[in-house]
């Protein structure tokens, strides 16, 4: 068995993720409890009282703490990938898994990209909206189209047949029609807070650039597949400069997933909330075997799954 680790990215996160993870095992609990944030990272986790967990600046530190308990619990099970990615937020998660970061310091990362996000959108008109069952190419030509209404891009190479699209909302709306007149069976507009993926978002690139400066980036135990390149790194790429152009470029998810499955992986476990990337991978890649993990349950099931 050849095992990677996907990590879900920011979307997926609910009122109550973790609670049962963090009664139950230790390493969860001093991961979250060790967390360097501004707020009650466990409170808006597990109860989210005031409404404030899908607002980005918390999403992603609240994400990434999950993320980092669920990797120690399967570590700690002797459960280990031979790669790891994810989508968007995901990526920090999948560094973390491969040493490049430590718990603390990608929940602090994370706290300050969710910061740079929010800042770079400030005051926009802008949108996102999922493509469904048009080819790269053709959703391509809408957004070139489109785009004397303004910035649209193409954020999200999700699946075959599962495109996003972002940018301002005039020319996100526009690219949208053209897309249904080139074929597009449907397009869902998304509630988002931001044109997230593309390049309106070069000042939280920018911020993240200088940020980087001053973080300590260890060396990666295992391969991560990168957002930005759909691959593993190449000779002159460097971590900081991708997450740079992560933020403000497109999320290559389907060219993931196939290169995971060039390089041999036959299993892969999501990690959670949700199973969106799960279905992603059944869409891309059937032959790969997906197990999400989110719930306690979740962890003995995947246990017994594994050791079977």
Do not use: W
Request: charged share 20%; aromatic share 8%; hydrophobic share 45%.
């Amino acid at each position: 068995m050849s095992l990677a680790f996907l990590y879900a990215g920011q979307g997926s996160q609910h009122p109550g993720m973790g609670a049962d993870l963090y009664e139950a095992f230790s390493v969860f609990q001093e991961i979250l409890d060790s967390a360097d944030v501004d707020f009650d990272l466990k409170t808006v986790s597990f109860t989210d009282p005031d409404g404030v967990l899908n607002q980005t600046e918390y999403t992603q530190p609240c994400m990434v703490a999950f993320a980092a308990g669920m990797t120690a619990i399967l570590a700690q099970l002797g459960i280990r990938p031979a790669y790891a990615a994810g989508l968007s937020l995901g990526e920090y998660s999948a560094l973390q898994c491969a040493g490049v970061f430590t718990p603390r310091q990608a929940i602090s990362l994370a706290a300050f990209r969710g910061k740079a996000m929010a800042s770079a959108c400030a005051g926009m008109v802008c949108g996102m909206t999922a493509v469904l069952g048009l080819e790269r190419e053709k959703l391509q030509q809408a957004c070139d189209q489109a785009s004397d209404a303004g910035v649209v891009e193409i954020a999200n190479y999700n699946c075959p047949g599962q495109l996003v699209i972002a940018g301002e909302k005039a020319a996100v709306d526009k690219a949208g029609s053209l897309a249904k007149e080139l074929g597009a069976r449907r397009c869902l507009p998304l509630k988002v807070s931001g044109p997230f993926h593309t390049s309106l978002l070069r000042p939280a690139g920018d911020a993240l650039r200088e940020k980087f400066r001053e973080v300590s980036f260890g060396q990666m135990a295992f391969p991560v597949l990168f957002n930005c390149l759909g691959r593993e790194m190449g000779r002159d790429d460097t971590i900081p400069a991708l997450l740079e152009k992560q933020v403000q470029s497109s999320v290559y998810m389907e060219d993931t997933i196939r290169r995971l499955e060039e390089l041999g992986v036959d299993t892969i476990v999501e990690i959670g909330p949700g199973k969106a990337l799960s279905g992603f991978v059944k869409k891309t890649a059937p032959s790969i075997k997906t197990y999400a993990v989110e719930t306690c349950a979740d962890v003995d099931a995947l246990a017994a799954a594994l050791k079977g």
